[in-house]
């Protein structure tokens, strides 16, 4: 892959955990790629599809806090 979806993947595996999970804002993967929330939005979408030799090439959860509200997404 290439340009938006390749900027994106290595945002989030730049600012990935010990674990391999990471969960920058799309607020963050604007200002480190350049790109507009709708196009990171989209790459994001579009790797969550995706799959190289049957593996996914991303997953995304979303946790949620004790008291219920939703935590940023994880990768």
Not at 15 to 33: I, K, L, N
Request: proline content about 3%.
């Amino acid at each position: 892959f290439k340009g938006a979806r390749l900027a994106i993947f290595l945002c989030i595996a730049l600012h990935a955990d010990a674990d391999g999970w990471s969960w920058p804002s799309v607020d963050r993967m604007s200002q480190e790629t350049g790109y507009d929330d709708d196009t990171i939005r989209q790459a994001l979408a579009d790797l969550c599809k995706m799959d190289i030799n049957g593996n996914r090439v991303l997953l995304k959860g979303q946790p949620r806090h004790r008291g219920g509200q939703w935590a940023n997404n994880h990768y």
